[in-house]
């Protein structure tokens, strides 16, 4: 059997507990916290392409492989984009080799994660707890 002091303190316990899930849960129900980071490298890749298309690609084509070039991908994606920058000194033949990468590796643009719906400490509810003594 607990005292009632110590029983009392997980009563506080649980109070903290659920205010930081509230907190944490709504953190990532707002959209803008969802949006990934896009590392330079990748902008810099997306605009020589929205700057300098190919000339064989529809406006559409053009936004798509922007829409995929701005995505959260990991490094070696990343380095691959890179080596498409450094291929050569002109826009033009950078912004070619940048689409045959998006085509060789079969990349697609980005959909974000739903955002979760907001709660409130009233939908946060404790089903068991246990105390060791």
Not at 2 to 5: N, P
Not at 127 to 130: Q, Y
């Given at each position: 059997m607990?005292?009632?002091?110590v029983?009392s303190r997980?009563?506080?316990?649980?109070?903290r507990a659920r205010?930081?899930?509230v907190e944490?849960?709504?953190f990532?129900?707002d959209k803008a916290?969802?949006?990934?980071?896009?590392?330079?490298?990748l902008?810099?890749?997306?605009?020589?392409?929205?700057?300098h298309p190919?000339?064989?690609?529809?406006?559409?084509?053009?936004d798509?492989?922007i829409?995929?070039?701005?995505?959260?991908?990991?490094?070696?994606?990343?380095?691959?984009?890179?080596?498409a920058?450094?291929?050569?000194?002109?826009?033009?033949?950078?912004?070619e080799?940048?689409i045959?990468?998006?085509r060789?590796l079969?990349l697609?643009?980005?959909?974000p994660?739903e955002?979760l719906p907001e709660?409130?400490p009233d939908?946060?509810?404790c089903?068991?707890?246990?105390a060791l003594?």
């Open positions: 607990l005292e009632d002091a029983a997980a009563f506080d316990a649980w109070e205010a930081d899930i944490k849960w709504n990532m129900s916290n969802l949006e990934p980071r896009i590392p330079p490298r902008l810099r890749a997306a605009d020589v392409v929205r700057d190919p000339a064989s690609m529809t406006q559409d084509e053009i798509r492989a829409d995929t070039i701005r995505a959260p991908y990991p490094e070696r994606t990343i380095r691959t984009f890179q080596s920058l450094a291929s050569s000194p002109e826009p033009a033949e950078q912004s080799q940048i045959r990468v998006i060789d079969g697609h643009p980005y959909v994660p955002p709660v409130t939908d946060v509810y089903v068991t707890w246990l003594i």
